[in-house]
């Protein structure tokens, strides 16, 4: 059964750092990723989305990657700034014909310190 | 209406009663979702739509029940709410199902008393 996992769980950097979020998922089989974030009391916001055939995908300063085989993904935040602080998670979607679908982890909590 | 909406924003409920919680989109999405939030344990998807007419079980489906008669509303039903059943409860939906990415609700905030 496919298992995602974020480490850590929180974080906290001061303003103007860069950083990076991991993923991993135990089944490699995937069909996409999907980063995303979420504000206090908020729904999530899709952040990025990388299908199984890509590496990588950038919007402005964040920049995730996918290693497949591994089962890593990671999303890079370059230049961080306050606004930048909530919850990030990523999610698989299994490939099609298998019985999970989509499988979050839990997310790590990010605080960019001023 | 832009995107998805959801109602109530927040609920408290005597354990027993029946409640729907309704979800609503304008992006003319095929695939329509429902997740359950709890701290510690994620985001778990409860039932989704492949299109209208058409639903399926996702991870937890006890105790809820969906219908899917047109493409734009996709309620979740709770037919006798329990404590347990207590949670924050999201709507998605995307262009088709598991292909693209998802649009979220902002949320049903649930309390089982």
């Known amino acids: 059964k496919q298992e995602v996992t974020q480490i850590p769980a929180a974080l906290s950097v001061p303003e103007g750092e860069n950083l990076v979020l991991n993923c991993s998922f135990t089944d490699s089989a995937i069909y996409n990723l999907q980063w995303f974030r979420q504000d206090p009391g908020k729904g999530l916001t899709s952040l990025l989305l990388i299908q199984s055939s890509q590496r990588e995908q950038t919007s402005g300063r964040l920049n995730a990657s996918l290693d497949k085989s591994s089962g890593r993904s990671t999303l890079y935040i370059a230049a961080s700034q306050p606004g930048d602080s909530a919850t990030y998670l990523c999610?698989?979607?299994?490939?099609?014909?298998?019985?999970?679908?989509?499988?979050f982890g839990k997310g790590t909590r990010l605080h960019i310190l001023p | 209406i832009a995107g998805i909406t959801q109602a109530p924003t927040s609920q408290i409920l005597a354990a027993g009663r029946r409640m729907t919680l309704r979800c609503t989109q304008d992006?003319?999405?095929?695939?329509m979702y429902w997740y359950r939030q709890d701290l510690g344990l994620g985001l778990r998807l409860i039932h989704y739509?492949?299109?209208?007419?058409?639903?399926g079980k996702g991870e937890v489906p006890d105790g809820y029940s969906v219908s899917r008669a047109n493409t734009d509303d996709f309620p979740l039903t709770l037919a006798s709410a329990v404590p347990s059943q207590t949670s924050v409860y999201f709507c998605?939906?995307?262009?088709?199902?598991?292909?693209?990415?998802?649009?979220f609700g902002p949320g049903t905030r649930l309390t089982v008393l």
């Open positions: 999610a698989v979607r299994q490939e099609r014909n298998r019985d999970d679908k989509i499988i």
């Open positions: 998605a939906s995307s262009d088709y199902l598991w292909n693209n990415e998802q649009f």
């Open positions: 992006m003319r999405h095929n695939a």
């Open positions: 739509s492949n299109t209208a007419g058409t639903t």
